[in-house]
Nanobody, 126 residues
């Protein structure tokens, strides 16, 4: 049984930084696209960023571009999200996800991802 487990969430002041981690177990995800999504309070879950299987290509939502950086370590079966210059509107539950996605146009589509973590809360105070 494959599992994804997020960690690193917490409470931070606006302008601060957090680094989220996602540990995978039960199978290797080295041939999967990995992504981060978030679910802000009172809103729908939304795409944040995704990274190709070899880390050579990344895609970001406009709202986080230039502030967030996604990376992966296939040797450790791990995914990371470095979040800088955090804003109160970044407050959300953050989820990592994995999917066998072959077309970039589908990277932002939640139903393309087969595996999901349980989420980690990020709260940014003003």
């Amino acid at each position: 049984q494959a599992h994804l487990v997020e960690s690193g969430g917490g409470l931070v002041q606006a302008g601060g930084s957090l680094r989220l981690s996602c540990a995978a177990s039960g199978r290797t995800f080295s041939d999967y696209v990995l992504g981060w999504f978030r679910h802000p309070p009172g809103k729908e879950r939304e795409f944040v960023t995704a990274i190709s299987w070899d880390g050579s290509s990344t895609t970001y939502a406009d709202s986080v571009k230039g502030r967030f950086t996604i990376s992966r370590d296939n040797a450790k079966n791990a995914l990371y999200l470095q979040m800088n210059s955090l804003k109160p509107e970044d407050t959300a539950v953050y989820y990592c996800a994995a999917g066998r996605i072959y077309y970039s146009i589908k990277l932002r589509q939640q139903h393309e991802y087969d595996y999901w973590g349980q989420g980690t809360q990020v709260t940014v105070s003003s």
